[in-house]
């Protein structure tokens, strides 16, 4: 089983940066991506960015193309997503997953942090 752990949010100025760090712990070797998830209040929870554990293919969503940048290091296995120009509509509950390749049910999932963003 993989553990995560996330850190790194907190309240912000519109405009301000925040970089949040997702540890990840256990059987790291199984995990082959590992993913930035967010959910607003009264909204869905979407995909934020993404990166592969082989190759660092990253991919992101096209609300933060530009702005946000994920991020691996694997000799501490712990991965980063450095946000920048934040907006108020950033604002949410930030969950780190990581893929193990066996499918959704056996994917890890962080308890989350919070990002607020004031405007």
């Known amino acids: 089983q993989v553990q995560l752990v996330e850190s790194g949010g907190g309240l912000v100025q519109n405009g301000g940066s925040l970089r949040l760090s997702c540890a990840a712990s256990?059987?790291?070797?199984?995990?082959?991506?590992m993913r930035w998830y967010r959910q607003a209040p009264g909204k869905q929870r979407e995909l934020v960015a993404g990166?592969?554990?082989?190759?660092?293919?990253?991919t992101y969503a096209d609300s933060v193309k530009g702005r946000f940048t994920i991020s691996r290091d694997s000799a501490k296995n712990t991965a980063y997503l450095q946000m920048n120009s934040l907006k108020p509509e950033d604002t949410a509950f930030y969950y780190c997953n990581a893929d193990t390749g066996w499918g959704p049910e056996y994917d890890a999932w962080g308890r989350g942090t919070q990002v607020t963003v004031s405007s």
């Open positions: 990166i592969t554990i082989s190759g660092g293919v990253t």
């Open positions: 256990g059987s790291i070797e199984t995990i082959t991506a």
